[in-house]
Structures are given as structure tokens and as C-alpha cells.
């Protein structure tokens, strides 16, 4: 019966409604579905092109208010400019009210000397030393630490040999391949490392290596130029339009100041505010999108802190906040079903920014600047901080809290805050409420239907508004939160099994250069800091391991495409050898 053909009168009856409509009809339907059609569509092409034009006009106004305007310093004019209209003209072309004059570029001298002395007055009681360091802050806190610094350290001292890429490999490999036959050292280091690798690097390295000009015109939504883009850019797209945000305050290359009829001092040039006008985000998106070309191709993700709990170094019972930890390098879980929840491994690679610009007054001498002192505790600062997390692994999280009653269970039935007279009907009620919720056993019936009863008479009652005092705010207090990222596996990835120590490293920033730095740490010198000293009388003569040896690069400015080249060698001869093959720890 389903099989069963219908004649062809029913199913065009059935199927097939208008065509049992008159010819007439048939014209005239079509007709005004047609003309519905063409007005539906011209009318909603009409609103779009009206919204574009209400934006295009919002921003054009806003960008040539902030450049009339020049006393402001607004640094967005010229990228708000750039995506209203991708084929206007440059605002960069014409003179304009001139910026802020640049100041010298200025780096922190660090001049350490180790002081046996210094360090055994001061090391017992480094919690009580660091309270309010950023007040008092004087090279006694950088002796405490016993601290040995070497600068300007070539890259092929600061990694470990046999991982730092050759200078070959900043080269076409298949113009490599065909003089390879000039030198046997060269072909087997290609051979050893593995041809895609070599590939891989030299494909992100030659955007790097190309002028900044040529990419900045090569970036879309960018204003000037009708002739196609000389450079194609794809994994440094990213690491440009920050670099050209940038450039706004501190590519002085274009700079010309001249002086109109009026006397007015005007300005042609890329800059729209000084460097120490930046705002820092500016500095921190930049670094990060150059580290992220390094590290991808390794299967790692930068990670932000939740908060800034999570930026807190701890010195015994106290615990300190690092200012200028902007990222971690942590990696991907090789098994699948963690890397779809978002879990990671690590750290690896801590990424640490400042936004000063001067470190020292006219009456401090170098390397006795409190701000010079200031960002080097906070560079020492955030590698214990990473080598505190690293060493997690393998380890459950010790809240402080944990047993305390006020963490466990509620707090209603203690009675009068501030030592007054207490029920000991209420204190026995909350003594069961504690064990209770130490145990995971629920809560007695007849505290429950105590509760039931007082909201029953509460919802009779009119609510009134109720004023937070002192004893509701203590009864609201939560236990803090915990200092451990969710969704993080500790891992001290790198480490060799059982070494007793733990090389960190860490990319410092300050103006537009970045600095490899790196700091061994041993796993007493690390235990010491955290939980003290477990001998009565400590001796740091005697105590080798209570040093810590901090290496640094020298500073590799972004807007130089060879140094940008040579800190790429550098964070991929890192992550090398924090990824190679390390057994079992």
C-alpha cells in the first residue's frame, strides 16, 4: 500500500497546490514575491551601508580628535585610523603637533658582591627582611640572597652545548644544502637536528630578519601605500601589529621636528608619545607574540596567571607579590583527553616585563638606584617563583587552613564576636558542626530542622534591609584562595633525575629590548627560602649550596631585525633543552 503510485491528478494535488491555481494568479503571486524579495534585500544592503558610515565617521572623528589634540598623548590614533578605513591616508604623512621628546634609553647597572657577613645577619630571617622591601629597599636585601651575577653573557655560554642553534641555520636551508659539502661540521649538525626542525626555524626566522617598513605595510588594514606588499608575513602577523603599537612611542628612526609660521614646534614622524608614556599592555603583547613563534613549534602554550595569588613567592610563613610576571611557557599533555580539558605542564619559561624607564636618581650612583635594586629582586623573585612551582611536582597542596574551624563549618553558632559570653549549649552545637564537616557526615536533624523553623518564621516576617557590622563580616570570611593554578600539572620538565638542582630561566623585558637570563638554583638553597633553616645555628661558609649563580644576555632590541634573530636563537635553544629526552624522573 506505501509502495502504491498515486494517478498523477492526486499527487499534483495532493503535492502540488499551486498549480491548481488559475494562470493569472500564478503571475501575480510571483510577481509580488519577487518584489518583496528585491526590497528586503535593498533594504537591509541600505542599513548595513548606513552603520559602516555612522562607524566610519565615529572613528575618523575620534582619531583626528586625539591628533589635534596632541597634549594628550593618545596613542591609539593611528591604529583606530588604521581599521576605520584600510584606504585612507596615513595620518603619519602630514605634520601634527609634536609628542613628548624621547629620553635616552637607560638599563639597570647591577654591581653584586657577595658578603659571607651580610648573609648570615640577614639570611635566618628573610621573611622579616623583605616586609616592606619596596619601601626600604637597599643592597642588604640583594646580599641576603648571596646572590653572584655575570653579564653579557654570549648565548653559546648561557645554554648548554649542543642545543643553541648554529648561526648557519638563520640561512636558506637549500642554499645550505648545496654548499654543504664545503664543510662536514655543518652537514652533520644538520643531520643531527633533524632537517624539519632546521625548516621549521628558518621559516619563522626570515620574517623576523626582514625591515620594519616592509612589514608594517604588509599587515592588513594598513593605511599608505596601493602597491602590493614587498614581504609576506604569517606566523610574526601577530608580534608586527604590537611591534607597530610599539613603535608609536619609541622608533625615534623617522623623527623630524620643525617649527611653522605661527612658532609652533610640529612634528612628522611614527611616534605619537614618548616610551614612558607606553601603556605597559603594549610591552607585554609584544613579547609575548615573539616567544609564542618560539614555542609553538614545540607543542607549548603561554599561560597567564589566574591572579595574583598565583604571583607570590614565599619566604617562610610569608609570602611576597612579584610585580612583572606577565606569562609562563608551560606545555601540552601528550594524552589527548587532557589537552581537550585545557590541562598543562610546567612551567618551563617564565616571561617577566617592567615598565620603567629611569632606575637611578642624580644623587644614586650606578647599581645603587632603588629602582635598579627593585627590578633585580623582582627578576630573583620570579625565578624562585617558578622554581617553587616547578618543584610542586609530585606533591598535594598544604593549605594552612585546612584545619582550622573557621574554614570547615559555619560560624553563626559561636556566639558574641569579641571574647563576650558564650552558651555552652552553642559552643557543644558547634563543636559536632566541626566534626561533622571534618568526617563528610552531614549535619544532625535537629540542626536542620532548627533551620527549617527559622526560615519558615523568617519568610513571614517582612524583610528589612540589613546592615553588614563587624561579627556578619567575620561570619562571611572565606578561607583564601589557594596558590596553585587550576588545571596545571607541576612538572619540573628539564630537570635531570635526581640532580640536586634546577636551572631556570626566564625572559626579562624592559623599553623595546628582551634579555635571556638564567639562574641556578639548588634544591636546599630552594628548600631554605620556603621553610627555613633546619639547623639551630646556620653557617653560610660553610654551605655550598646557599649561592645563587645568575647569568644574563645582553639586551637584544625588538626593532633590530638582527637581534631579533639572534633572542629567537636563543628561546629555541632553550626550549630545546628543556624538551629533550630526560628518563624517567
Excluded at 645577619?121 to 621573611?127: F, M, P, V
Excluded at 614618548?274 to 609575548?288: F, I, K, L, T
Excluded at 523553623?453 to 583564601?480: C, F, H, M, V, W
Excluded at 628582551?514 to 638553597?525: E, K
Aim: overall charge neutral.
Amino acid at each position: 500500500m506505501l509502495n502504491q503510485k498515486l494517478p498523477i491528478s492526486q499527487s499534483s494535488a495532493i503535492f502540488d497546490l499551486p498549480s491548481r491555481l488559475s494562470y493569472g494568479e500564478k503571475w501575480s503571486n510571483a510577481l509580488v514575491s519577487l518584489v518583496a524579495t528585491i526590497m528586503g534585500l535593498y533594504l537591509r544592503k541600505v542599513v548595513v551601508e548606513l552603520w559602516h558610515i555612522i562607524m566610519y565617521l565615529s572613528t575618523v572623528f575620534l582619531a583626528s580628535f586625539y591628533t589635534v589634540h596632541g597634549s594628550l598623548g593618545h596613542p591609539y590614533s593611528t591604529h583606530i585610523l588604521m581599521r576605520a578605513h584600510p584606504g585612507a591616508k596615513a595620518p603619519d604623512n602630514g605634520p601634527r603637533p609634536a609628542p613628548a621628546r624621547p629620553k635616552p634609553l637607560d638599563f639597570p647597572q647591577y654591581q653584586v658582591q657577595g658578603d659571607l657577613d651580610a648573609t648570615y645577619k640577614y639570611a635566618r630571617n628573610l621573611d622579616q627582611l623583605f616586609r616592606g622591601v619596596e619601601k626600604t629597599v637597599s643592597s642588604q636585601h640583594v646580599e641576603a640572597l648571596n646572590i653572584t651575577l655575570l653579564g653579557e653573557i654570549p648565548l653559546e655560554r648561557l645554554i648548554p652545548e649542543g642545543h643553541l642553534p648554529p648561526s648557519a641555520w638563520l640561512q636558506d636551508p637549500a642554499r645550505a644544502v648545496e654548499v654543504s659539502t664545503e664543510g662536514q661540521d655543518q652537514n652533520a649538525l644538520i643531520e643531527k637536528a633533524g632537517e624539519s626542525e632546521r625548516e621549521s626555524f628558518y621559516t619563522r626566522v626570515k620574517e623576523l630578519l626582514q625591515g620594519n617598513d616592509a612589514c608594517f605595510e604588509s599587515l592588513p588594514g594598513r593605511p599608505g601605500s596601493r602597491r602590493p606588499p614587498t614581504v609576506k608575513i604569517s606566523y610574526a602577523n601577530k608580534f608586527y601589529q604590537n611591534l607597530l603599537l610599539m613603535a608609536e612611542s619609541w622608533d625615534t628612526s623617522k623623527d623630524n621636528y620643525t617649527t611653522n609660521e605661527d612658532g609652533k614646534e610640529m612634528y612628522t614622524g611614527r611616534r605619537y608619545s614618548a616610551g614612558h608614556e607606553m601603556p605597559p599592555y603594549y610591552r607585554e603583547d609584544v613579547v609575548s607574540a615573539f616567544v609564542e613563534i618560539c614555542v609553538w613549534p614545540f607543542q607549548c602554550n603561554l599561560q597567564n596567571p589566574r591572579s595574583s595569588v598565583n604571583r607570590k613567592v614565599q619566604f617562610r610563613k610569608q609570602c611576597f607579590p612579584i610585580q612583572g610576571i606577565t606569562s609562563t611557557v608551560c606545555r601540552s599533555p601528550k594524552d589527548r583527553q587532557k589537552a581537550r580539558q585545557g590541562i598543562l605542564e610546567g612551567p618551563l619559561i617564565g616571561i617577566h616585563c617592567r615598565n620603567s624607564t629611569t632606575f637611578r636618581t642624580e644623587n644614586e650612583a650606578k647599581g645603587q638606584g632603588k629602582e635598579e635594586l627593585m627590578s633585580f629582586l623582582f627578576e630573583v623573585g620570579a625565578a624562585l617563583l617558578l622554581a617553587q612551582k616547578r618543584a610542586r611536582e609530585g606533591k598535594l597542596e598544604e593549605k594552612p587552613w585546612q584545619d582550622k574551624f573557621w574554614a570547615l563549618a559555619e560560624r553563626r553558632h559561636l556566639g558574641e564576636m569579641g571574647g563576650g559570653r558564650q552558651d555552652s549549649e552553642t559552643n557543644a552545637r558547634a563543636r559536632r558542626e566541626i566534626e561533622a564537616a571534618k568526617s563528610g557526615v552531614q549535619l544532625m536533624e535537629g540542626i536542620e530542622t532548627e533551620k527549617k523553623d527559622n526560615n519558615e518564621s523568617d519568610a513571614k516576617e517582612p524583610k528589612k534591609r540589613k546592615i553588614q557590622g563587624p561579627k556578619q563580616a567575620y561570619l562571611a570570611t572565606k578561607p583564601p584562595e589557594s596558590q596553585w593554578e587550576p588545571k596545571m600539572e607541576y612538572r619540573c620538565i628539564g630537570k635531570e633525575p635526581g640532580a640536586g638542582f634546577d636551572n631556570i630561566y626566564l625572559i626579562s623585558s624592559i623599553n623595546h629590548h628582551l634579555s635571556l637570563v638564567n639562574i641556578r638554583i639548588d634544591d636546599r638553597y630552594l628548600d631554605f627560602i620556603t621553610c627555613g633553616p633546619e639547623q639551630e645555628r646556620f653557617d653560610p661558609s660553610t654551605q655550598e649550596w646557599w649561592i645563587l649563580d645568575v647569568k644574563r644576555s645582553k639586551w637584544f632590541d625588538l626593532f633590530d631585525p638582527g637581534d631579533r634573530a639572534e633572542a629567537m636563537r636563543g628561546i629555541w635553544g632553550v626550549m630545546r633543552w628543556m624538551n629533550r629526552d630526560v628518563g624517567v624522573s
